[in-house]
């Protein structure tokens, strides 16, 4: 397991190794960052971007939560962490593209199919609950089709980076670039069994990279 004096040796590690040969890199950092990618992906301890990707630092910009959620444009409410984020790579780091992540074997995606936390209180459960009820109506549409097992999981995956690829197109000034052409937004799904990374392609299918 995992502990803070695990962590300070893996500082020691990168400090003597890798920052070390990026040292020209994190110099250049310093003054600021310029990433041309946002990828927004789960907490999942298991799906890190710069290690599923190879990204050098300063390269993407990240935003993590659970299921790897976007929600839809509102100005009252609650959830706006990743609004903030969001906001903050279009309108100030102004990337080019965002990339939703979701993943295999997503407990969030989970709990949403089978709505194990449904009734949970905040603190037990009830803060998940109310923040993957963002994927309601894909899962209702997910079990009609394929049922709460692993072939509805692997569907509600897909589905809920759709979802949130809908939500991004819901925020004026995401939309407003995307139809001028200065901001592109993809969605793949990472499979944590078999490592295979699957685009969704124009045809709104998902692909083998």
Not at 101 to 119: F, K, P, Q
Not at 181 to 191: K, M, W, Y
């Amino acid at each position: 397991m995992t502990r803070m004096t695990d962590l300070i040796e893996g500082y020691y590690r990168f400090r003597g190794g890798e920052w070390q040969e990026e040292r020209e890199r994190w110099a250049e950092l310093k003054t600021g960052q310029s990433p041309r990618v946002m990828i927004i992906a789960c907490s999942d301890s298991r799906v890190d971007p710069a290690t599923v990707f190879g990204t050098r630092p300063g390269e993407v910009f990240v935003v993590r939560n659970v299921a790897n959620l976007v929600p839809p444009f509102e100005v009252g409410g609650g959830r706006h962490g990743v609004s903030a984020a969001l906001e903050f790579a279009v309108t100030k780091l102004e990337v080019e593209e965002i990339l939703v992540l979701g993943h295999g074997a997503c407990g969030g995606v989970n709990a949403a199919l089978t709505r194990s936390l449904e009734h949970a209180a905040p603190g037990e459960g009830g803060f998940v609950a109310h923040w993957i009820d963002l994927l309601d109506e894909a899962r209702d549409r997910v079990l009609a089709k394929h049922g709460d097992g692993p072939e509805g999981q692997a569907a509600l995956e897909q589905e809920g980076v759709r979802v949130s690829m809908a939500n991004l197109m819901t925020f004026p000034f995401v939309k407003e670039r995307v139809e001028d052409g200065r901001l592109s937004i993809h969605g793949a799904v990472f499979a944590i069994a078999d490592g295979k990374l699957r685009v969704r392609d124009e045809n709104d299918v998902f692909s083998a990279a």
